[in-house]
């Protein structure tokens, strides 16, 4: 079992920032990969960015070059750094933990923080 808890969110101008944290109950060390998800109103979730435990990440092509993702084992969390953020970055996002055990994959999912940009 993984908790995941999500901060960060809130209200921001189009062109500003903001900075997502997403803390695990357990080491990152022993989860396969971790990723942020979003989901706007009306639409699919889909994912945005996503990290390894060796480290290699992947994003979605709208975000390519203003968003960000890291992750500090020593204190179990992953960010996702957002810049440029324009009203279509609006959405519930959502963190993901994808944990292998023997043949199967299991995920876990925060509750979810809401990011609105406006114009």
């Known amino acids: 079992q993984v908790q995941l808890v999500e901060s960060g969110g809130g209200l921001v101008q189009a062109g500003g920032s903001l900075r997502l944290s997403c803390a695990a109950s357990?080491?990152?060390?022993?989860?396969?990969?971790m990723g942020w998800y979003r989901q706007a109103p009306g639409k699919q979730r889909e994912l945005v960015a996503a990290i390894t435990s060796g480290g290699r990440s992947n994003y979605a092509d709208s975000v390519k070059g203003r968003f960000t993702i890291s992750s500090d084992n020593a204190k179990n969390t992953v960010y996702l750094q957002m810049n440029s953020l324009m009203p279509e970055d609006t959405a519930v996002y959502y963190c993901?933990?994808?944990?292998?055990?023997?043949?199967?994959?299991?995920?876990?999912w925060g509750q979810g923080t809401q990011v609105t940009v406006s114009s």
């Open positions: 357990r080491s990152i060390f022993s989860i396969h990969a």
């Open positions: 993901n933990a994808g944990v292998i055990k023997g043949l199967a994959e299991y995920n876990y």
